[in-house]
């Protein structure tokens, strides 16, 4: 399975930062699987912020409190992320990532995005 | 929250030495621990699933073990090719799943 991450590389501190994740080679639609946001800022380790299954149920890192959103499309085999409210913390590289049983075992090439006026 | 330490942080070996990275965790998490390759740039790589599987492709220089809060990564004769930062990765608690801080690895 392939997974490739677009999405505005600018976003404006106070507005929202909105993400797609492609799926390509393998079902989305799977059971097998959730569909995961994870962020690294520069220099930094990584943040799970969130998944999705197939039929829309998700969660998210209590961190981010009420700003995520997590919603998957499998007739356009894709999923995405919306995080509002952005400030410069928000700043990194977000990937999208396959959850299977735990295990992030798929990765997109992640992109890279600048929260700045 | 499930807190994940790893140390130590950095690390600096030669070809050939064996390296080992410990991960802790703040509570037991049975064996729900996964270990992480990310060379600059890309994506963290897959390398032990469940404290101690090596995943499929990975060189069996690779081992992990441990149980509950204590695990251990090694490698058994570092190469160039694994110079990289490591990450464990806990799921039993999934609200949030949670990483390690990192694990700089360096050749000397």
Redesign the interface.
Known sequence: VQLQESGPGLVKPSETLSLTCAVSGGSIRSDSYYWTWIRQPAGK????IGRVYASGST?????LKSRVTISIDTSKTHFSLNLTSVTAADTAVY?C?RDF?????S????ALVTVSS | DIQMTQSPSSLSASVGDRVTITCQASQDISNYLNWYQQKPGKPPNLVISDASNLETGVPSRFSGSGSGTDFTFTISSLQPEDIATYYCQQYADLRPITFGQGTRLELK
């Open positions: 380790g990584l943040e799970w969660s998210h890192n209590p961190s990937y990532a049983l735990g295990k992030f075992d990765w997109g090439q992640g």
